[in-house]
Every structure is written in structure tokens, then in C-alpha cells.
């Protein structure tokens, strides 16, 4: 039984995701000898967890037995309201509610009006097709199967763009045995001779087209970091508290972000009251209090400690 795939596109619309593509699994070879590089030196920092899995990373048929579909989604996150240039800054995707949390349930109610609208409820359990939903959750590429899936391009600064929508949005994925009618074909890249994101690194991170060596990038350093941040990055944070846009607000596509529409990522009052001062003798009773139920725990309560002490006076 194949599923229409003007269907889904249209129910994941519905749901609120500015974009959804499906792509048939297949291998991802083409980007083994990258990734391998990029291990092999070193880019991935201290994100250990990367060199695992190699293989399901490179085919998702090894996160679901038989997977015949990867139906890609992307999720607005450009906030309606950002904190004024003198605040401590924080990336626009923590602003809000934790989005593995808030992606996961949409991914769930989408697949599961899937299967409502198709004669596959009424089959025995058996022969019914499953399922597994992600957003940054699993070895999978997401970037390449949003791309793989029509969705848009990787940029030069290693974010995967929507034409005429930009780079602010999550991904996700539902990796199924289902097949459809129509799989969708990827797009060409559209970075041209633009080079504004790698121009605009503070930190030379960007090394080249596409590649991100973690062990420069603020990002990294001030969230998935357990260590110290060496002093040449640091002396480049300027008020980065979490994370760091720099490389996608510079980028001329993102012109086009609209304000999400998702409830659960608009910030809320207290993270946007948030100002320097209250970052003396910050308290984990503070960090729980502005950061409840956000990515920005991430970091954890240390680690934002360490964020805190290396900011610009
Ligand atoms: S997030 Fe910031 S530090 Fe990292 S690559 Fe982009 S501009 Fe450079
Ligand atoms: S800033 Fe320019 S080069 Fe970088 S991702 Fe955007 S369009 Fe591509």
C-alpha cells in the first residue's frame, strides 16, 4: 500500500511545520568520506557520542527494521521577540520550550493521523507499519535528509536552508516502513559566491564550505562543552551567554524568517527581563527559575556558570 504524500504534506502543514518532504532510505554514502574526515580530525570536539554508530548514521534502515520512507519536517523557531542587544545573549532556538520535547509530540500526532486517515488502522497488529520520530535524538543526518527530502540546502555554514523561509527552524524526522506515492528530489544549492557566514565567524570556525570545526565554534563551547573554553574563543564570546547566531543571522536568506507561530517557543517574560546584572551571584535557583522547561539546561547550571564568568565586562 503506498501513502499520498500530498497527504502527509498537507496534515504536517496543518500541525503547524513550515515544511515537510519525504525521501526513500537509502545509503548516505556519499557523505561517509566527509563525516570520516571531519572525525578523523577532530571536529567533532568532545562530542565523543559522534564516533558511535557509524553505520545507522550513514543508513537509517538501522533504526527501523524494513524503513522504506524518511519524511523530513521543519519547525519554526525565529522568535517573535528577541532580547535588546545589551542583554546577555542567547540562541533564538533555546528562547523557548525544550524542542526535543515540543518536535517529538508533533512528529507523534502527525504520524499518528497518518495512520488514522489510512486503511492501515484496521489491520492486524502485524502488518501494520511502524515507526521511530527524531529531532536531534538519534545518529541520523538530519541536514542531508531534509535535503535528500526537498526541503532545501545545506548552506556554507553547515544549516540546512529553506528558500525563501531561511535556517530557523528544527528538524525532524519519522523514519517508517511505509512507502509513498511520491518521494520528493532534492534541491540545488543556492549559496552562490556569498560568503558572509564564514566572513562574519568570530572564531574562524567555518573553516571552509561546510565545515564546522566544533572545537572553534561558540556553540559547542558555551553548551555541549564540559571543559574550560580556551582563551582565544573566549576572548571572542563578546555577550554570548548561550550559543551563538551569528553565522545565521548574517546569512542573507534568513531576510525572509518570519516570527514562529509555535506557542511553546515564544520566550518567556522572565528570559526576556533577563539583563547582565541578574547574573551576579546567579544561583541555581535563578537558572531553574528563568530556564525552566528550556534547551538552555542543556548546558547545565555549570556549565552557564562558566558561560557568566567569561562574558565581557
Ligand atoms: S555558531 Fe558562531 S562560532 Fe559557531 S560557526 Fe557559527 S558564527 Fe562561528
Ligand atoms: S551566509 Fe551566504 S554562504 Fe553562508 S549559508 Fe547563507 S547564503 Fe550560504
Not at 502527525?110 to 488514522?116: A, C, E, F, H, W
Not at 528544527?170 to 557566514?197: A, H, M
Not at 542573507?252 to 524568517?257: D, I, L, Q
Request: hydrophobic residues 35%; proline residues 5%.
Amino acid at each position: 500500500m503506498l501513502y499520498s504524500s500530498q497527504l502527509i504534506k498537507a496534515k504536517a502543514q496543518t500541525l503547524g511545520f513550515t515544511a515537510c518532504g519525504i525521501a526513500p532510505v537509502a545509503s548516505a554514502e556519499s557523505e561517509a568520506q566527509y563525516f570520516d574526515q571531519w572525525i578523523a580530525e577532530g571536529c567533532h570536539a568532545g562530542m565523543k557520542y559522534m564516533e558511535n554508530y557509524r553505520a545507522i548514521r550513514l543508513n537509517p534502515s538501522g533504526l527501523v527494521e524494513g524503513a522504506k520512507s524518511v519524511i523530513s519536517v521543519a519547525l519554526n523557531y525565529y522568535p517573535k521577540a528577541s532580547l535588546p542587544a545589551e542583554a546577555p545573549h542567547i540562541a533564538y532556538y533555546a528562547y523557548g520550550k525544550d524542542y526535543h520535547v515540543v518536535v517529538k509530540e508533533l512528529l507523534s500526532k502527525l504520524y499518528q493521523q497518518i495512520i488514522d486517515s489510512s486503511t492501515a488502522q484496521s489491520l492486524p497488529e502485524a502488518d501494520r507499519p511502524t515507526a521511530r520520530f527524531f529531532t536531534d535524538s538519534a545518529p541520523i543526518l538530519e541536514r542531508y535528509w531534509a535535503w535528500r527530502a526537498g526541503l532545501g540546502w545545506i548552506g556554507k555554514n553547515t544549516n540546512l536552508i529553506i528558500p525563501g523561509k531561511g535556517s530557523f527552524f528544527f528538524l525532524g524526522e519519522i523514519v517508517t516502513t511505509f512507502e509513498v506515492d511520491e518521494y520528493d528530489s532534492p534541491q540545488r544549492n543556492r549559496c552562490g559566491k556569498c560568503t558572509r557566514c564564514l566572513d562574519a565567524c568570530p572564531t574562524g570556525a567555518l573553516e571552509r564550505p561546510k565545515r564546522l570545526n566544533a572545537n572553534k565554534c561558540l556553540s559547542y563551547l558555551t553548551i555541549e562543552n564540559r571543559g574550560e573554553i580556551p582563551s582565544e574563543q573566549a576572548s571572542c564570546l563578546g555577550n554570548r551567554l548561550y550559543g551563538c547566531n551569528t553565522c545565521q543571522e548574517v546569512c542573507p536568506w534568513n531576510r525572509f524568517a518570519q516570527p514562529t507561530t509555535i506557542e511553546a517557543f515564544h520566550p518567556s517574560p522572565a528570559l526576556l527581563a533577563l539583563r547582565k546584572e541578574d547574573l551576579t551571584d546567579f544561583s541555581r535557583e535563578d537558572y531553574n527559575r528563568i530556564f525552566a522547561g528550556s534547551a538552555v539546561k542543556r548546558a547545565k547550571y555549570e556549565g552557564l556558570l562558566r558561560n557568566i564568568n567569561n562574558l565581557k565586562e
